[in-house]
T-cell receptor, first 113, second 116 residues
Framework: AAGVIQSPRHLIKEKRETATLKCYPIPRHDTVYWYQQGPGQDPQFLIS???????DKGSIPDRFSAQQFSDYHSELNMSSLELGDSALYFC????????????FGPGTRLTVL | AQKVTQAQTEISVVEKEDVTLDCVYETRDTTYYLFWYKQPPSGELVFLIR??????QNEISGRYSWNFQKSTSSFNFTITASQVVDSAVYFC?????????????FGDGTTLTVKP
């Protein structure tokens, strides 16, 4: 069965650089969620999109922005990277009929040097 | 606001022992969903179970079992006859039905170490 795809799987950036993470939801899933998991921490909700519109917002820094495109894939853009942005970034998707049936991608590990 | 508490930060057992991971939650939603995920050292989140607030039946899947008690707002997870491969961080999570629809609130996680 198709799963959520995230790219890249690993990313190394310098401070003050920008990064773009991509998420491809499971086919026919219209909702995407982004989570950030710092070292030794639990995943924290950042933002979600439903039908290409932002549906909810968590503790996402102003330096980050995200959007969902017409094919339902989503991108998380991160600017002016800081050391503290080093984390695992998970994307999850859910179908219209099962909003609570979240499927997580494998994550993107971002390291900021 | 939603909250999930996993009181056990770390648990260490010897192989073949049974172990229970505790999870207590808080929510004002009348309909909600509870989850358990396993996170091995490789980092991915492995879905284990989802339970909605109207289904208080306990569930068993192989060596795994879950005890959902709405009266005490608990959703505990037991591994029977633990194995070294069970070593991982386990997260309990909660998803509400109203304004919180969809997004999950995670507990701090319990690191389980199973020694041979």
């Amino acid at each position: 069965a198709a799963g959520v795809i995230q790219s890249p799987r690993h990313l190394i950036k310098e401070k003050r650089e920008t990064a773009t993470l991509k998420c491809y939801p499971i086919p026919r899933h219209d909702t995407v969620y982004w989570y950030q998991q710092g070292p030794g921490q639990d995943p924290q909700f950042l933002i979600s999109f439903y039908e290409k519109m932002q549906s909810d917002k968590g503790s996402i820094p102003d330096r980050f922005s995200a959007q969902q495109f017409s094919d339902y894939h989503s991108e998380l853009n991160m600017s002016s990277l800081e050391l503290g942005d080093s984390a695992l970034y998970f994307c999850a998707s859910s179908p219209r009929t099962g909003r609570h049936e979240q499927f997580f991608g494998p994550g993107t590990r971002l390291t900021v040097l | 606001a939603q909250k999930v508490t996993q009181a056990q930060t770390e648990i260490s057992v010897v192989e073949k022992e049974d172990v229970t991971l505790d999870c207590v939650y808080e929510t004002r939603d009348t309909t909600y969903y509870l989850f358990w995920y396993k996170q091995p050292p490789s980092g991915e989140l492995v879905f284990l179970i989802r339970r909605n607030s109207f289904d208080e039946q306990n569930e068993i899947s192989g060596r795994y079992s879950w005890n959902f008690q709405k009266s005490t707002s608990s959703f505990n997870f037991t591994i029977t006859a633990s194995q070294v491969v069970d070593s991982a961080v386990y997260f309990c999570a909660l998803s509400g039905s109203n304004t919180n629809a969809g997004k999950s609130t995670f507990g701090d996680g319990t690191t389980l170490t199973v020694k041979p």
